[in-house]
DNA sequence: CTCGAATAGTTTACACTGTTTACAGTTTAT
DNA sequence: ATAAACTGTAAACAGTGTAAACTATTCGAG
Protein backbone atom coordinates (compact mmCIF):
# COMPACT_ATOMS: atom_id res chain seq x y z
CA UNK A 1 0.00 0.00 0.00
CA UNK A 2 1.57 2.86 -1.60
CA UNK A 3 -0.27 5.97 0.37
CA UNK A 4 -2.34 5.97 3.30
CA UNK A 5 -5.45 7.82 3.71
CA UNK A 6 -3.61 10.35 6.01
CA UNK A 7 -0.62 10.79 3.95
CA UNK A 8 -3.08 11.66 1.26
CA UNK A 9 -4.86 14.45 3.26
CA UNK A 10 -1.53 15.35 4.43
CA UNK A 11 -0.44 16.06 0.89
CA UNK A 12 -3.76 17.90 -0.02
CA UNK A 13 -3.66 20.00 2.89
CA UNK A 14 -0.06 21.13 1.97
CA UNK A 15 -1.40 22.00 -1.45
CA UNK A 16 -4.32 23.77 -0.54
CA UNK A 17 -2.44 26.00 1.37
CA UNK A 18 0.16 26.78 -0.89
CA UNK A 19 -3.25 27.63 -3.57
CA UNK A 20 -4.67 29.58 -0.90
CA UNK A 21 -1.49 31.43 -0.21
CA UNK A 22 -1.23 32.05 -4.15
CA UNK A 23 -4.65 33.46 -4.37
CA UNK A 24 -3.69 36.13 -1.39
CA UNK A 25 -0.63 36.50 -3.22
CA UNK A 26 -2.15 37.38 -6.69
CA UNK A 27 -4.72 39.59 -4.83
CA UNK A 28 -2.72 41.72 -2.39
CA UNK A 29 0.36 40.94 -3.34
CA UNK A 30 3.55 38.73 -1.85
CA UNK A 31 4.12 41.27 1.35
CA UNK A 32 1.23 40.89 3.06
CA UNK A 33 0.78 37.42 2.95
CA UNK A 34 -0.84 36.59 5.89
CA UNK A 35 -0.94 32.76 7.69
CA UNK A 36 -3.89 34.06 9.54
CA UNK A 37 -5.58 34.89 6.42
CA UNK A 38 -4.93 31.68 4.87
CA UNK A 39 -6.05 29.83 7.83
CA UNK A 40 -9.32 31.31 8.09
CA UNK A 41 -10.16 31.15 4.43
CA UNK A 42 -9.20 27.43 4.96
CA UNK A 43 -11.32 27.49 7.78
CA UNK A 44 -9.03 26.23 10.37
CA UNK A 45 -7.02 28.20 12.90
CA UNK A 46 -3.46 29.09 12.15
CA UNK A 47 -1.67 27.43 14.64
CA UNK A 48 -2.59 24.48 12.25
CA UNK A 49 -0.73 25.55 9.37
CA UNK A 50 2.22 24.78 11.71
CA UNK A 51 1.60 21.46 11.44
CA UNK A 52 2.64 21.60 7.83
CA UNK A 53 4.69 24.23 7.66
CA UNK A 54 7.74 25.21 10.37
CA UNK A 55 7.02 28.92 10.51
CA UNK A 56 5.77 31.61 7.80
CA UNK A 57 9.28 31.61 6.15
CA UNK A 58 8.95 28.00 5.16
CA UNK A 59 6.38 28.40 2.79
CA UNK A 60 7.44 31.48 1.33
CA UNK A 61 10.55 28.85 0.90
CA UNK A 62 8.02 26.38 -0.71
CA UNK A 63 5.98 28.95 -2.79
CA UNK A 64 9.59 30.11 -4.46
CA UNK A 65 10.81 26.65 -5.53
CA UNK A 66 7.02 25.69 -6.57
CA UNK A 67 7.09 29.60 -8.47
CA UNK A 68 10.83 29.11 -9.80
CA UNK A 69 9.90 25.56 -11.31
CA UNK A 70 7.12 26.78 -13.52
CA UNK A 71 8.97 29.83 -14.31
CA UNK A 72 11.74 27.26 -15.36
CA UNK A 73 9.60 25.24 -17.38
CA UNK A 74 8.37 28.25 -19.32
CA UNK A 75 11.33 28.92 -20.56
CA UNK A 76 12.08 25.41 -21.76
CA UNK A 77 8.80 25.22 -23.05
CA UNK A 78 9.93 28.91 -25.10
CA UNK A 79 13.00 27.37 -25.64
CA UNK A 80 11.66 23.91 -27.42
CA UNK A 81 9.74 25.49 -29.78
CA UNK A 82 12.20 26.31 -32.00
CA UNK A 83 14.44 22.70 -33.20
CA UNK A 84 17.96 22.63 -31.30
CA UNK A 85 19.61 23.71 -34.20
CA UNK A 86 17.58 26.66 -34.84
CA UNK A 87 19.89 28.87 -32.06
CA UNK A 88 18.47 31.51 -32.65
CA UNK A 89 14.91 31.09 -32.67
CA UNK A 90 15.66 29.21 -29.15
CA UNK A 91 17.13 32.27 -28.04
CA UNK A 92 14.16 34.36 -29.00
CA UNK A 93 11.65 31.48 -27.95
CA UNK A 94 13.19 31.69 -24.42
CA UNK A 95 13.37 35.42 -24.21
CA UNK A 96 9.63 35.93 -24.89
CA UNK A 97 9.03 33.26 -22.62
CA UNK A 98 10.64 35.03 -19.81
CA UNK A 99 8.70 38.11 -20.21
CA UNK A 100 5.51 36.81 -20.95
CA UNK A 101 5.61 34.62 -18.07
CA UNK A 102 7.19 37.76 -16.04
CA UNK A 103 3.49 39.50 -16.90
CA UNK A 104 1.27 36.29 -16.59
CA UNK A 105 2.79 36.25 -12.76
CA UNK A 106 3.82 39.50 -12.09
CA UNK A 107 3.70 38.99 -7.92
CA UNK A 108 5.22 35.54 -8.69
CA UNK A 109 8.16 37.15 -10.91
CA UNK A 110 8.30 39.13 -7.60
CA UNK A 111 8.52 36.92 -5.33
CA UNK A 112 11.52 35.09 -6.92
CA UNK A 113 13.61 38.17 -7.97
CA UNK A 114 12.04 41.01 -5.74
CA UNK A 115 13.21 42.64 -2.76
CA UNK A 116 13.23 39.48 -0.22
CA UNK A 117 9.96 39.80 2.07
CA UNK A 118 10.35 40.51 5.33
CA UNK A 119 13.84 39.89 6.58
CA UNK A 120 13.08 36.31 4.75
CA UNK A 121 16.40 35.26 3.86
CA UNK A 122 17.38 33.29 0.51
CA UNK A 123 17.03 29.79 2.15
CA UNK A 124 19.90 27.73 1.16
CA UNK A 125 17.92 24.67 -0.50
CA UNK A 126 16.78 27.16 -2.82
CA UNK A 127 20.10 28.07 -4.43
CA UNK A 128 20.13 24.55 -7.00
CA UNK A 129 16.38 25.54 -8.09
CA UNK A 130 17.11 28.71 -8.84
CA UNK A 131 20.51 27.77 -10.81
CA UNK A 132 18.40 25.68 -12.87
CA UNK A 133 16.48 28.52 -14.65
CA UNK A 134 19.69 29.98 -15.55
CA UNK A 135 21.00 27.24 -17.08
CA UNK A 136 18.38 27.33 -19.42
CA UNK A 137 19.75 30.85 -20.24
CA UNK A 138 23.01 29.47 -20.51
CA UNK A 139 22.68 26.40 -22.30
CA UNK A 140 20.64 28.12 -25.20
CA UNK A 141 23.85 30.14 -25.55
CA UNK A 142 26.43 28.36 -24.81
CA UNK A 143 25.12 25.57 -27.31
CA UNK A 144 24.94 28.41 -29.82
CA UNK A 145 28.24 28.92 -29.12
CA UNK A 146 29.92 25.54 -29.46
CA UNK A 147 28.01 25.27 -32.70
CA UNK A 148 29.88 28.23 -33.87
CA UNK A 149 26.73 30.25 -34.31
CA UNK A 150 28.15 33.18 -32.31
CA UNK A 151 29.82 35.76 -34.36
CA UNK A 152 29.14 38.87 -32.97
CA UNK A 153 32.11 41.00 -31.86
CA UNK A 154 31.50 41.25 -28.27
CA UNK A 155 32.99 37.29 -28.40
CA UNK A 156 36.13 39.26 -29.65
CA UNK A 157 36.51 41.81 -26.58
CA UNK A 158 38.84 40.15 -24.19
CA UNK A 159 37.64 39.49 -21.04
CA UNK A 160 39.44 41.23 -17.97
CA UNK A 161 41.67 38.35 -16.51
CA UNK A 162 40.01 39.06 -13.12
CA UNK A 163 36.63 37.99 -14.50
CA UNK A 164 38.29 35.07 -16.38
CA UNK A 165 39.99 33.49 -13.78
CA UNK A 166 36.64 33.64 -11.54
CA UNK A 167 34.65 31.99 -14.50
CA UNK A 168 37.60 29.19 -15.31
CA UNK A 169 37.19 28.21 -11.47
CA UNK A 170 33.89 27.63 -12.00
CA UNK A 171 34.54 25.00 -14.35
CA UNK A 172 35.60 22.69 -12.09
CA UNK A 173 32.75 22.77 -10.32
CA UNK A 174 31.19 21.42 -13.47
CA UNK A 175 30.49 24.79 -15.41
CA UNK A 176 29.75 23.01 -18.80
CA UNK A 177 30.58 26.28 -20.46
CA UNK A 178 33.39 28.74 -21.38
CA UNK A 179 33.53 32.10 -19.37
CA UNK A 180 32.84 33.99 -22.36
CA UNK A 181 29.39 32.40 -22.77
CA UNK A 182 29.01 32.85 -19.06
CA UNK A 183 29.83 36.67 -19.51
CA UNK A 184 27.17 36.66 -22.19
CA UNK A 185 24.04 34.76 -20.22
CA UNK A 186 24.55 36.81 -16.95
CA UNK A 187 24.93 39.94 -19.83
CA UNK A 188 21.74 38.99 -21.04
CA UNK A 189 19.99 37.99 -17.66
CA UNK A 190 20.86 41.14 -16.58
CA UNK A 191 19.55 42.92 -19.72
CA UNK A 192 15.96 41.04 -19.22
CA UNK A 193 15.36 41.43 -15.80
CA UNK A 194 15.87 44.78 -16.10
CA UNK A 195 13.76 45.31 -18.78
CA UNK A 196 11.31 42.96 -17.02
CA UNK A 197 11.22 44.20 -13.37
CA UNK A 198 11.37 48.17 -14.64
CA UNK A 199 8.35 47.69 -16.10
CA UNK A 200 6.37 45.19 -13.63
CA UNK A 201 7.54 48.00 -11.08
CA UNK A 202 6.10 50.91 -13.27
CA UNK A 203 8.83 52.70 -14.23
CA UNK A 204 8.43 52.31 -17.98
CA UNK A 205 4.94 52.92 -17.20
CA UNK A 206 5.72 56.87 -18.03
CA UNK A 207 7.21 56.13 -21.37
CA UNK A 208 5.50 52.98 -23.11
CA UNK A 209 1.55 52.63 -22.58
CA UNK A 210 0.73 49.14 -24.21
CA UNK A 211 3.95 49.31 -26.11
CA UNK A 212 6.06 47.40 -23.27
CA UNK A 213 5.98 44.35 -26.01
CA UNK A 214 7.37 46.33 -28.76
CA UNK A 215 10.20 47.50 -26.57
CA UNK A 216 11.03 44.27 -25.35
CA UNK A 217 11.01 42.59 -28.67
CA UNK A 218 13.05 45.32 -29.96
CA UNK A 219 15.59 44.93 -27.18
CA UNK A 220 15.49 41.45 -27.50
CA UNK A 221 16.57 41.81 -31.74
CA UNK A 222 19.10 43.91 -30.39
CA UNK A 223 20.70 41.50 -28.59
CA UNK A 224 20.43 39.15 -31.31
CA UNK A 225 22.32 41.18 -33.10
CA UNK A 226 24.51 42.34 -31.02
CA UNK A 227 25.44 38.61 -30.07
CA UNK A 228 25.71 38.02 -33.85
CA UNK A 229 23.50 34.81 -33.26
CA UNK A 230 22.75 32.88 -36.54
CA UNK B 1 11.17 86.05 12.06
CA UNK B 2 11.61 83.96 9.21
CA UNK B 3 11.11 80.45 11.55
CA UNK B 4 9.67 80.29 15.37
CA UNK B 5 11.18 78.36 17.92
CA UNK B 6 8.56 75.44 17.66
CA UNK B 7 8.82 75.54 13.96
CA UNK B 8 12.60 74.74 14.36
CA UNK B 9 11.79 72.20 16.38
CA UNK B 10 9.24 70.37 14.17
CA UNK B 11 11.96 70.12 11.57
CA UNK B 12 14.60 69.14 13.78
CA UNK B 13 11.90 66.32 14.66
CA UNK B 14 10.76 65.43 10.94
CA UNK B 15 14.28 65.07 10.27
CA UNK B 16 15.20 62.84 13.37
CA UNK B 17 12.57 60.62 12.35
CA UNK B 18 13.76 59.93 8.94
CA UNK B 19 17.44 59.43 10.41
CA UNK B 20 16.42 56.69 13.12
CA UNK B 21 14.14 55.39 9.92
CA UNK B 22 16.99 55.01 8.11
CA UNK B 23 19.29 53.71 10.53
CA UNK B 24 16.75 50.82 11.09
CA UNK B 25 16.27 50.17 7.39
CA UNK B 26 20.34 49.93 7.32
CA UNK B 27 20.10 47.42 9.97
CA UNK B 28 17.24 45.47 9.46
CA UNK B 29 16.21 46.46 5.22
CA UNK B 30 13.17 48.40 4.74
CA UNK B 31 10.73 45.87 5.03
CA UNK B 32 10.81 45.43 9.00
CA UNK B 33 10.50 49.22 9.30
CA UNK B 34 8.30 49.90 12.13
CA UNK B 35 6.73 52.85 13.47
CA UNK B 36 6.98 51.80 17.18
CA UNK B 37 10.49 51.18 16.94
CA UNK B 38 11.56 54.50 15.55
CA UNK B 39 9.32 55.99 18.45
CA UNK B 40 11.04 54.06 21.45
CA UNK B 41 14.65 54.31 19.81
CA UNK B 42 13.81 58.20 19.45
CA UNK B 43 11.92 58.16 23.21
CA UNK B 44 8.77 58.60 22.55
CA UNK B 45 5.28 56.65 21.60
CA UNK B 46 4.14 55.81 18.63
CA UNK B 47 1.46 58.05 17.97
CA UNK B 48 3.00 60.88 18.65
CA UNK B 49 4.79 60.03 15.24
CA UNK B 50 1.48 60.68 13.83
CA UNK B 51 1.97 64.12 14.13
CA UNK B 52 4.83 64.15 11.51
CA UNK B 53 3.64 61.92 9.12
CA UNK B 54 -0.07 61.33 8.11
CA UNK B 55 0.77 57.30 8.49
CA UNK B 56 3.45 54.65 7.43
CA UNK B 57 3.10 54.92 4.04
CA UNK B 58 3.64 58.93 4.41
CA UNK B 59 6.95 58.41 5.96
CA UNK B 60 8.36 55.74 3.29
CA UNK B 61 7.14 57.91 0.40
CA UNK B 62 8.76 60.50 2.28
CA UNK B 63 11.90 58.60 2.30
CA UNK B 64 12.00 57.43 -0.99
CA UNK B 65 11.83 61.14 -1.87
CA UNK B 66 15.23 61.76 0.08
CA UNK B 67 16.80 58.78 -1.48
CA UNK B 68 15.96 59.74 -4.90
CA UNK B 69 17.47 62.96 -4.78
CA UNK B 70 20.49 61.62 -3.12
CA UNK B 71 20.56 59.10 -6.25
CA UNK B 72 19.95 61.59 -8.61
CA UNK B 73 22.84 63.97 -6.84
CA UNK B 74 25.67 61.52 -7.41
CA UNK B 75 24.71 60.14 -11.01
CA UNK B 76 24.91 64.04 -11.36
CA UNK B 77 28.32 64.13 -9.62
CA UNK B 78 29.46 61.04 -11.69
CA UNK B 79 28.45 62.75 -14.39
CA UNK B 80 30.13 66.19 -14.05
CA UNK B 81 33.50 64.18 -13.52
CA UNK B 82 33.97 64.88 -16.77
CA UNK B 83 34.00 67.65 -18.90
CA UNK B 84 30.75 68.40 -21.29
CA UNK B 85 32.42 67.61 -24.54
CA UNK B 86 33.83 63.96 -23.31
CA UNK B 87 30.52 62.11 -23.87
CA UNK B 88 32.21 58.98 -22.93
CA UNK B 89 33.45 59.87 -19.86
CA UNK B 90 30.20 61.90 -18.98
CA UNK B 91 28.62 58.07 -19.74
CA UNK B 92 30.96 55.65 -18.30
CA UNK B 93 30.98 58.11 -14.92
CA UNK B 94 27.48 58.53 -14.33
CA UNK B 95 27.07 54.26 -14.71
CA UNK B 96 29.93 53.83 -12.45
CA UNK B 97 28.26 56.14 -9.94
CA UNK B 98 25.06 54.16 -10.20
CA UNK B 99 26.21 51.32 -9.30
CA UNK B 100 28.68 52.64 -6.12
CA UNK B 101 25.86 54.67 -4.55
CA UNK B 102 23.68 51.25 -4.59
CA UNK B 103 26.65 49.51 -3.22
CA UNK B 104 26.94 51.75 -0.73
CA UNK B 105 23.11 52.07 -0.25
CA UNK B 106 21.73 48.79 -0.74
CA UNK B 107 18.90 49.08 1.38
CA UNK B 108 17.90 52.49 0.14
CA UNK B 109 18.26 51.18 -3.89
CA UNK B 110 15.87 48.50 -2.94
CA UNK B 111 13.29 50.78 -1.61
CA UNK B 112 13.54 52.84 -4.86
CA UNK B 113 13.48 49.68 -7.20
CA UNK B 114 12.54 46.83 -4.89
CA UNK B 115 9.25 45.54 -4.56
CA UNK B 116 7.05 48.07 -3.17
CA UNK B 117 6.50 47.50 0.40
CA UNK B 118 3.33 46.53 2.19
CA UNK B 119 1.23 47.18 0.00
CA UNK B 120 2.70 50.84 -0.85
CA UNK B 121 1.58 52.09 -3.91
CA UNK B 122 3.80 54.48 -5.25
CA UNK B 123 2.88 57.74 -4.52
CA UNK B 124 1.53 60.62 -6.55
CA UNK B 125 4.05 63.12 -5.58
CA UNK B 126 6.90 60.26 -6.41
CA UNK B 127 6.37 60.55 -10.03
CA UNK B 128 8.33 64.03 -10.87
CA UNK B 129 11.20 62.80 -8.04
CA UNK B 130 11.80 59.78 -10.13
CA UNK B 131 11.63 60.84 -13.43
CA UNK B 132 14.83 63.33 -12.36
CA UNK B 133 17.26 60.74 -12.26
CA UNK B 134 16.17 59.08 -15.44
CA UNK B 135 16.16 63.19 -16.96
CA UNK B 136 20.16 62.49 -15.73
CA UNK B 137 20.76 59.19 -18.16
CA UNK B 138 18.79 60.33 -20.95
CA UNK B 139 20.07 63.95 -21.23
CA UNK B 140 23.79 62.49 -21.42
CA UNK B 141 22.66 59.86 -24.06
CA UNK B 142 20.67 62.91 -25.97
CA UNK B 143 23.71 65.61 -25.62
CA UNK B 144 26.18 63.25 -27.19
CA UNK B 145 23.42 62.13 -29.72
CA UNK B 146 22.90 65.65 -30.27
CA UNK B 147 26.73 66.43 -30.76
CA UNK B 148 27.30 63.75 -33.37
CA UNK B 149 28.70 61.53 -31.17
CA UNK B 150 26.68 58.18 -31.43
CA UNK B 151 28.10 56.40 -34.09
CA UNK B 152 27.03 52.98 -33.57
CA UNK B 153 25.15 51.00 -35.43
CA UNK B 154 22.12 51.03 -33.41
CA UNK B 155 21.19 54.07 -34.20
CA UNK B 156 20.69 52.55 -37.77
CA UNK B 157 18.49 50.32 -36.77
CA UNK B 158 14.78 50.97 -37.35
CA UNK B 159 12.46 51.69 -34.45
CA UNK B 160 8.97 49.47 -35.39
CA UNK B 161 6.08 52.34 -35.76
CA UNK B 162 4.53 51.37 -32.46
CA UNK B 163 7.77 52.87 -30.63
CA UNK B 164 8.53 55.68 -32.64
CA UNK B 165 4.38 57.21 -32.80
CA UNK B 166 4.37 56.45 -28.49
CA UNK B 167 8.33 58.19 -28.11
CA UNK B 168 6.55 61.02 -30.38
CA UNK B 169 3.48 61.60 -28.25
CA UNK B 170 6.27 62.19 -25.21
CA UNK B 171 8.14 65.11 -27.33
CA UNK B 172 4.70 66.74 -26.81
CA UNK B 173 4.99 66.77 -23.50
CA UNK B 174 8.09 68.34 -23.06
CA UNK B 175 10.34 65.20 -23.73
CA UNK B 176 13.42 66.94 -24.82
CA UNK B 177 14.87 64.15 -27.47
CA UNK B 178 14.55 61.78 -30.57
CA UNK B 179 12.83 58.63 -29.89
CA UNK B 180 16.16 56.83 -30.70
CA UNK B 181 17.55 58.74 -27.92
CA UNK B 182 14.32 57.21 -25.70
CA UNK B 183 14.97 53.92 -26.68
CA UNK B 184 18.59 53.92 -25.77
CA UNK B 185 18.04 55.61 -22.56
CA UNK B 186 15.27 52.97 -21.59
CA UNK B 187 17.70 49.92 -22.88
CA UNK B 188 20.94 51.17 -20.42
CA UNK B 189 18.94 52.05 -18.07
CA UNK B 190 17.18 48.19 -18.36
CA UNK B 191 20.96 47.09 -18.56
CA UNK B 192 22.05 49.05 -15.49
CA UNK B 193 19.34 48.29 -13.29
CA UNK B 194 19.33 44.91 -14.27
CA UNK B 195 23.29 44.34 -13.06
CA UNK B 196 22.51 46.27 -9.81
CA UNK B 197 19.52 44.72 -8.86
CA UNK B 198 20.14 40.92 -9.62
CA UNK B 199 23.62 41.92 -7.69
CA UNK B 200 22.05 43.03 -4.56
CA UNK B 201 19.79 40.22 -4.25
CA UNK B 202 22.19 37.91 -4.38
CA UNK B 203 21.78 36.00 -7.73
CA UNK B 204 25.58 36.76 -9.10
CA UNK B 205 27.05 35.51 -5.88
CA UNK B 206 27.66 32.11 -7.00
CA UNK B 207 28.89 32.80 -10.51
CA UNK B 208 30.99 36.11 -8.99
CA UNK B 209 32.93 36.29 -5.45
CA UNK B 210 34.44 39.95 -5.51
CA UNK B 211 34.46 40.33 -9.21
CA UNK B 212 31.21 42.28 -9.72
CA UNK B 213 32.78 45.39 -10.28
CA UNK B 214 34.55 43.85 -13.10
CA UNK B 215 31.49 42.51 -14.43
CA UNK B 216 29.91 45.61 -14.42
CA UNK B 217 32.92 47.91 -16.05
CA UNK B 218 33.33 45.23 -18.41
CA UNK B 219 29.82 45.34 -19.04
CA UNK B 220 29.31 49.78 -19.48
CA UNK B 221 32.38 49.13 -21.79
CA UNK B 222 30.17 47.12 -23.86
CA UNK B 223 27.58 49.33 -23.50
CA UNK B 224 29.87 52.09 -24.84
CA UNK B 225 31.11 50.39 -28.15
CA UNK B 226 27.53 49.28 -28.90
CA UNK B 227 25.99 52.88 -28.80
CA UNK B 228 29.18 53.94 -30.10
CA UNK B 229 30.26 56.52 -28.48
CA UNK B 230 33.04 58.78 -29.14
C1' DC C 1 0.80 89.84 30.72
C1' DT C 2 -3.20 87.02 29.91
C1' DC C 3 -6.14 84.18 27.56
C1' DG C 4 -7.71 81.28 23.81
C1' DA C 5 -6.05 78.55 20.13
C1' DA C 6 -2.81 75.63 18.01
C1' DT C 7 0.55 72.13 18.63
C1' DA C 8 3.04 68.02 20.82
C1' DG C 9 2.82 64.25 23.19
C1' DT C 10 0.85 60.40 26.25
C1' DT C 11 -2.50 56.85 27.58
C1' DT C 12 -5.60 53.69 26.28
C1' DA C 13 -7.70 50.79 23.11
C1' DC C 14 -8.65 48.02 18.87
C1' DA C 15 -7.67 45.02 15.27
C1' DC C 16 -4.27 42.89 13.19
C1' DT C 17 0.20 39.82 12.75
C1' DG C 18 3.51 35.31 13.80
C1' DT C 19 4.34 31.94 17.10
C1' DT C 20 4.31 28.85 21.42
C1' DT C 21 2.14 25.93 24.72
C1' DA C 22 -1.14 22.88 26.48
C1' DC C 23 -4.75 20.15 25.39
C1' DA C 24 -8.31 17.25 22.79
C1' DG C 25 -9.76 14.32 19.04
C1' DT C 26 -8.72 11.16 15.28
C1' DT C 27 -6.16 7.89 12.75
C1' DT C 28 -2.73 4.48 12.46
C1' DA C 29 0.17 0.52 13.66
C1' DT C 30 1.08 -3.19 16.75
C1' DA D 1 -7.64 -3.11 21.98
C1' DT D 2 -4.25 -0.17 23.15
C1' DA D 3 -0.45 2.89 22.63
C1' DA D 4 1.64 5.95 19.64
C1' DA D 5 1.49 9.30 16.08
C1' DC D 6 -0.78 12.83 14.03
C1' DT D 7 -4.15 16.85 13.31
C1' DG D 8 -6.36 20.32 15.01
C1' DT D 9 -8.10 23.96 18.64
C1' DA D 10 -7.94 27.39 22.50
C1' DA D 11 -5.48 30.47 24.97
C1' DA D 12 -1.76 33.38 25.44
C1' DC D 13 2.43 36.42 24.33
C1' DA D 14 4.79 39.80 21.94
C1' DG D 15 4.79 42.38 18.17
C1' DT D 16 2.58 45.69 14.62
C1' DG D 17 -0.27 50.20 12.65
C1' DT D 18 -3.61 53.38 13.93
C1' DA D 19 -7.62 56.05 16.16
C1' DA D 20 -9.67 58.67 20.09
C1' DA D 21 -9.45 61.10 24.21
C1' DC D 22 -6.87 63.75 27.05
C1' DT D 23 -2.95 66.69 28.96
C1' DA D 24 0.73 69.76 28.74
C1' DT D 25 3.23 73.03 26.29
C1' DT D 26 3.91 76.90 23.19
C1' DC D 27 2.22 80.60 20.42
C1' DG D 28 -0.05 84.91 18.84
C1' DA D 29 -3.47 88.46 19.70
C1' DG D 30 -5.86 91.64 22.79
New binding site residues.
Given amino acids: MAQ???ERL?LE?IEEIKITAWKQIGEQGAAS?????IAREMG?????L??YYK???ALVTALVMDAFSSFTNRLETGRDAYPVTDHTGRFRGMCRAYFQWAMENPQRYMLLFGTPIQGYLFAEELGPVAQRSFLVLQGVIGEAFVAGKIKGEVVGLKLPTSLKVQYEALRKFGMPYTGTVTQLALSVWSMIHGMTSLYLYNYLAGFLQEGVGAFVEFEIEKMIAIIGLE
Avoid: E, K
Wanted: overall charge positive; cysteine-free; proline content about 5%.
Fill in positions: TRRRTLSLRAMTAPGYRDRD
